[in-house]
T-cell receptor, first 113, second 112 residues
Framework: GEEVAQTPKHLVRGEGQKAKLYCAPIKGHSYVFWYQQVLKNEFKFLISFQNENVFDETGMPKERFSAKCLPNSPCSLEIQATKLEDSAVYFC???????????FGPGTRLTVL | ELKVEQNPLFLSMQEGKNYTIYCNYSTTSDRLYWYRQDPGKSLESLFVLLSNGAVKQEGRLMASLDTKARLSTLHITAAVHDLSATYFCAVVLKTGTYKYIFGTGTRLKVLA
């Protein structure tokens, strides 16, 4: 598609439950980036992919967060055993080339109660 | 580690006034982006600044980049209420990862 698509728009989970977020990059874009925006507006980089390969995972909290980009499927970001501090908006962005502008999706708002 | 600071964090201004938002970053980068974010919405791309001395203008907004000073500015001319939003700069970290490092954001409120 012409835009980055993210689902769901909103997700509510109780503490300890699993959350799974999805991202479909712009058709033809090889790079996918995930960012977390917490309530104070601060953006934090989580992970990036080049096609189905992890490119940079230096921002990922390794214990509970995982992500995948599989061929012919939306990319996913999964949080096992969510915590209150995981409440945030998760943005996915895609880019055609590594040094090109990233285009952002509408985000998924995760609320952990 | 690359740090990106914006100031001011909050800006309340009257319609018709001019103001500048500053974005300072701590290490070398020659690619900087400005975004607008409305409450509950995604990031809207405003400007892409690719080289030292780059200046771009769109309507009442003008952005510039000085890579030697590690500084970008977003200048607002004759503000109108519709410009009320949060503005972010983002700098690309070029150490092989090309992730964006975002500034702290400037929340702009234009009063009628």
């Amino acid at each position: 598609g012409e835009e980055v698509a993210q689902t769901p728009k909103h997700l509510v989970r109780g503490e300890g439950q699993k959350a799974k977020l999805y991202c479909a990059p712009i058709k033809g874009h090889s790079y996918v980036f995930w960012y977390q925006q917490v309530l104070k507006n601060e953006f934090k980089f989580l992970i990036s992919f080049q096609n189905e390969n992890v490119f940079d995972e230096t921002g990922m909290p390794k214990e509970r967060f995982s992500a995948k980009c599989l061929p012919n499927s939306p990319c996913s970001l999964e949080i096992q055993a969510t915590k209150l501090e995981d409440s945030a908006v998760y943005f996915c962005a895609s880019g055609g080339h590594l040094n090109n502008e990233q285009f952002f999706g509408p985000g998924t708002r995760l609320t952990v109660l | 580690e690359l740090k990106v600071e914006q100031n001011p964090l909050f800006l309340s201004m009257q319609e018709g006034k001019n103001y500048t938002i500053y974005c300072n970053y701590s290490t070398t980068s020659d690619r900087l982006y400005w975004y607008r974010q409305d409450p509950g919405k995604s990031l809207e791309s405003l400007f892409v600044l690719l080289s030292n001395g780059a200046v771009k203008q769109e309507g009442r907004l003008m952005a510039s980049l000085d890579t030697k000073a590690r500084l970008s500015t977003l200048h607002i001319t004759a503000a109108v209420h519709d410009l009320s939003a949060t503005y972010f700069c983002a700098v690309v970290l070029k150490t092989g990862t090309y992730k964006y490092i975002f500034g702290t954001g400037t929340r702009l409120k234009v009063l009628a």
